[in-house]
């Protein structure tokens, strides 16, 4: 049985850090793209940052230079550094495991990051 639990998420101020963790089970992560997506009320899921299993990164625009997506395969965790948060960050978080050209596609269930004054 395949899961992907997340934690990490709360309530903080602009300004502050926060660094969410996803464990997985089930799965080696050797052959997976790690991610991290968001979802805020009323939008589309959106791909926040990316990890390949040769660690190479991708982050959408909006979050580069504050966030910072990485992996320990040892420990079968990903995790997603978030700095200088702004209250356009305010989503649920979700965790993603994805094996490129194959259908092996998992979910977490999600932590809520607000960011409000």
């Known amino acids: 049985q395949v899961q992907l639990v997340e934690s990490g998420g709360g309530l903080v101020q602009p300004g502050a850090s926060l660094r969410l963790s996803c464990a997985a089970s089930?799965?080696?992560?050797?052959?997976?793209?790690m991610a991290w997506y968001r979802q805020a009320p009323g939008e589309q899921r959106e791909l926040v940052a990316a990890?390949?299993?040769?660690?190479?990164?991708n982050y959408r625009g909006s979050v580069k230079g504050r966030f910072t997506i990485s992996r320990d395969n040892a420990k079968n965790t990903v995790y997603l550094q978030m700095n200088s948060l702004k209250p356009e960050d305010t989503a649920v978080y979700y965790c993603?495991?994805?094996?490129?050209?194959?259908?092996?596609?998992?979910w977490g269930q999600g932590t809520q990051v607000t960011v409000s004054s």
């Open positions: 993603n495991a994805n094996w490129p050209d194959t259908h092996r596609n998992y």
């Open positions: 990890i390949t299993s040769g660690g190479s990164t």
């Open positions: 089930g799965i080696g992560f050797s052959p997976y793209v």
